[in-house]
């Protein structure tokens, strides 16, 4: 059983448009989330982290988190062109972790003019 | 600027062969790791280190080994490759203390033939 498991894609926006991104996690100790972004031929790098439940802004970006459903997700507003990637949603693992990361399998986002 | 330098980019080995991947960072992060990355699997994680000579197993710690005699370098070794291990290997360092923020080198994809 995956212990991140996000939707699968690819997922295929037109520019403007809002993109949803989401992820479970199986994990109920887990107490942090982030959402990484990796274009193609670079490695992973963080766009958001949540701690706790509700919405969380920065920018044209949201994250939402939901530890009674365990469920978080990723909101892209006014998407553009640029935003094309794959999308790791990333979870620390409950208890003593030392910041150990558990993955999911990543959702490739296409933005398309 | 933070730094996380992967020995070598590309590396083209055959089965049996003993592998070193070698990754530096520059950032006095206690915390290293070796994740691969393979389609449709995201980032699994092999060791992490939270020490100097300290390691844990990951999540697919078979067929790999790790050593940690300084801070800044946390090498991994195959010790016989095989075909299974044709992949992409990322390494990251975050500090002790964990935010989740794990700053990753440029990764080094290994092809066994």
């Known amino acids: 059983q995956k212990e991140v498991e996000q939707n699968s894609g690819p997922l295929s926006v037109p520019e403007g448009a809002i993109a949803s991104l989401n992820c479970t996690y199986s994990?109920?100790?887990?107490?942090?989330f982030f959402w990484y972004r990796q274009y193609s031929g670079k490695s992973p790098e963080l766009i958001m982290s949540?701690?706790?439940?509700g919405d969380k802004e920065d920018g044209r970006f949201t994250a939402q988190l939901n530890k009674a459903s365990q469920y978080v997700s990723l909101l892209i507003r006014d998407s553009q062109p640029s935003d094309s990637a794959t999308y790791l949603c990333?979870?620390?693992?409950?208890?003593?972790?030392?910041?150990?990361?558990?993955f999911g399998q990543g959702t490739i986002l296409t933005v398309h003019p | 600027d933070v730094k996380v330098t992967q020995s070598s980019r590309y590396l083209v080995k055959r089965t049996g062969e003993k592998v070193f991947l070698e990754c530096v960072q520059d950032m006095d992060h206690e915390n290293m790791f070796w994740y691969r990355q393979d389609p449709g699997l995201g980032l699994r994680l092999i060791y992490f280190?939270?020490?100097?000579?300290?390691?844990e197993k990951g999540d697919i710690p078979e067929g790999y080994s790790v050593s940690r005699e300084k801070k800044e370098r946390f090498s991994l070794i195959l010790e016989s490759a095989s075909t299974n291990q044709t992949s992409m290997y990322l390494c990251?360092?975050?500090?002790?203390?964990?935010?989740?923020?794990?700053?990753f080198g440029e990764g080094s994809r290994l092809t066994v033939l």
């Open positions: 990251a360092s975050s500090e002790l203390v964990p935010t989740g923020e794990l700053f």
């Open positions: 990333a979870v620390t693992a409950g208890g003593t972790s030392y910041g150990k990361l558990t």
């Open positions: 994990d109920r100790g887990s107490q942090s």
């Open positions: 949540i701690y706790s439940n």
């Open positions: 280190s939270y020490d100097v000579k300290m390691k």
